[in-house]
């Protein structure tokens, strides 16, 4: 039975900029960028809130492979794409390929439910900057 949260202008705050970033932001990222919106904010009350945003089904975490947890608001099946230069993940917006996760089941002895695709390359940004 999931537990009835009290509405949080703090987590609405959080879950605001979790789904307009493009970037995936990590518990510090967001403790930085709103530490000084919202005065009463610490790091500890930024992790409560994520773990109350995942458990209702709102965000979700994503290892990038830096070993540091980042937040999602796309929860639905999609695509990554992380950059050699600077490491910002960003969505990289293409159709699902649910032939993945059907073939993966006829070969393997587990259940497969869902797959993820990560792409790596040289982000715009980084792009102009050598450019410059």
């Not at 990222?29 to 995942?54: A, F, P, Q």
């Not at 492979?65 to 999609?78: P, S, T, V």
């Amino acid at each position: 039975m999931k537990r009835i949260r009290k509405k949080s202008n703090q987590r609405e705050r959080i879950f605001e900029l979790i789904q307009k970033s493009s970037e995936h932001p990590t518990a510090q990222n967001i403790y930085e960028i709103l530490k000084n919106e919202i005065k009463s904010l610490s790091i500890g009350n930024v992790y409560r809130n994520i773990r109350i945003l995942i458990e209702q089904g709102f965000i979700i975490g994503r290892d990038f492979g830096d070993r540091i947890e980042h937040f999602d608001a796309m929860i639905q099946i999609h695509y990554h794409i992380i950059c050699e230069k600077c490491n910002t993940v960003s969505d990289f917006i293409m159709p699902v390929q649910e032939s993945i996760t059907k073939n993966a089941q006829k070969i393997s002895k587990h259940t497969i439910t869902s797959h993820t695709i990560q792409f790596y390359g040289i982000c715009e940004k980084c792009k102009k900057n050598k450019k410059a």
